[in-house]
């Protein structure tokens, strides 16, 4: 990485950014949710906390949403920096005036950076947009910039980060730094130098961020550990970070709480599958530290895009409910008939689409509810939309009502079983799981057999599926369940 020599056309082509992208664009408003706290901005901050925001995932809203809860969490511990977002030109404009006005943040509207690895046979496609995090380095109006992702939980103030060289970072992976947080001085040299790599093809593994930023400083590990100078001064060079400013929240489960000895336990990150962060409302209690997040969002940004949506199903729930049980039929007063050959197909026929109908029962209100909601409700609305859906199955085909809720059952005792609090460690936690499922599983698939049986029976009802050529005897209801 020496000095490089560079076409005209290339100064030509970014030299834009000074005069374009630089000014922040700032508007600053109350924060909502945050007591006996306003932010407000008198002057230029030497140093910026930096996220980004893109466009052209299914996962925009979600991570919106995190992005304003992590900024609000560096907010709320009194983060002596500017908060600032490098932003798409396609964001949206209702989402960039939320950041600005509620929650005191700096914009910078950037155009995409081309992903010239987009064609790599191992190229994920979420990742495309993710080296516009190169534009951090252009940000020169600042003297040091911790560039972070969205999935940061921050648990104490950490500025003193800024007081890091040129550039420094964790190694989450022994050989392998992590690029989800990062402290840079901002160079214009260096961001051309990082553009005219992408031109000519530097190596990149994983064709995004991570590979990139890794390849083009490729000695970090060898480089020493950061320990802030007690008298506030900022390093020169590159440094490696301690472990605790990017503790990977995988490193928690095992011992459930936190042994990270070396530096301060300051961040949680949460690396790994996508459809696990901690903003999904299913993620907890299946990882503990969901909930941590979400408490971070009740105490900052609240719920209340999301309550809207989520009280009218339950309202539709309960009344599917409540109708459900009044109609419920009488099973005594129906009658059975003889078995007809020729009505077999269609009988078969009738039980697969009972049995999908009860997956469909459970699998439907999974989807529906508002993905970033809080993990209870999120419960409390999914377990009560498969309730009622299940209600109307039985009703319908005349199904014994507790075996086919089995699974329903089963499911409110694995939450029960995951959020028990009191667990030693991670293993012991574990265990339980596997135990409560290995024990589960066998009456689960007991009740699977009675509602085959069941449908059977109700086949054979006269009043159910009566018989060519007769009028069918309608039954009789009443308010019994």
């Known amino acids: 990485m020496g000095n490089k ?23 600053i408003g ?40 992590m900024l609000r969490s560096l907010a709320n511990h009194k983060a002596d920096a500017d908060l600032v977002v490098i932003a798409s030109i396609d964001v949206p404009r209702s989402w960039i005036q939320t950041l600005e006005k509620e929650d005191g943040v700096k914009v910078v509207r950037v155009e995409n950076v081309d992903n010239p690895y987009k064609k790599q046979a191992n190229f994920d496609r979420r990742f495309k947009l993710t080296l516009n995090k190169l534009y951090a380095w252009s940000l020169v109006n600042y003297d040091r910039v911790v560039m972070l992702d969205s999935d940061n939980l921050f648990l104490q103030n950490t ?32 961001f051309k130098e990082m553009l005219h790599q992408l031109e000519i093809g530097q190596k990149n593994p994983d064709g995004a961020d991570q590979g990139f930023i890794t390849g083009y400083f490729p000695d970090l590990l ?7 100078p007690s008298n506030g ?42 459809w696990l962060k901690p903003w999904y409302w299913w993620s907890w209690p299946v990882l503990p530290l969901g909930l941590m997040w979400h408490n971070q969002r009740l105490q900052t940004i609240g719920y209340g895009a999301e309550m809207l949506l989520a009280l009218a199903q339950s309202a539709i729930y309960l009344s599917v409910l409540i109708m459900t049980l009044l109609i419920r039929p009488n099973m005594s007063k129906l009658c059975y008939r003889q078995p007809d050959k020729s009505l077999s197909l269609l009988q078969a026929g009738l039980k ?26 999120g419960w409390m609305v999914y377990l009560l939309g498969s309730s009622a859906l299940n ?91």
């Open 222 to 228: 060898d480089r020493p550990m950061f320990y802030p």
């Open 30 to 69: 109350g924060v909502n949710g945050v007591e006996d706290h306003q932010i407000s901005v008198v002057r230029q901050q030497r140093n910026a906390y930096v996220a980004m925001m893109y466009m052209g995932t299914p996962r925009d809203y979600e991570f919106y949403v995190a992005t304003r809860v």
């Open 159 to 190: 500025d003193e980060l800024f007081q890091c060289g040129q550039f420094c970072a964790v190694f989450i992976n022994p050989c392998i730094f992590h690029t989800g947080l990062f402290v840079l001085q901002p160079s214009m040299k260096v």
């Open 391 to 481: 209600l109307i199955v039985i009703n319908v085909f005349l199904l014994p009502a507790l075996h086919v809720l089995m699974p329903w059952i089963g499911i409110s005792g694995a939450l029960v079983v995951m959020a028990y609090p009191w667990y030693s460690n991670g293993v012991i936690r574990a265990l339980a799981v596997f135990f409560y499922a290995f024990c589960c599983a066998p009456v689960v698939w007991g009740s699977l057999l009675k509602v085959v049986a069941g449908l059977q029976v109700s086949l054979e009802r006269e009043a159910f599926l009566p018989k060519m050529g007769d009028s069918p005897r309608l039954p009789q209801f009443n308010k019994q369940f």
């Open 352 to 377: 697969m689409i009972a049995m999908w109908s009860i997956l469909t029962a459970y699998v439907v209100p999974f989807f529906l509810i508002p993905k970033t909601l809080h993990p209870l409700l």
């Open 5 to 27: 020599s560079y076409d005209h056309h290339i100064e030509r082509r970014f030299g834009f950014l000074l005069l374009g992208f630089l000014p922040l664009l700032v508007n």
């Open 233 to 274: 001064t900022k390093l020169q060079g590159l440094y490696r970070l301690p472990l605790g400013y990017q503790m990977d929240h995988s490193y928690y489960y095992l011992q459930l709480r936190w042994s990270i000895p070396c530096g301060p336990n300051s961040v949680i990150t949460f690396p790994g599958a996508p």
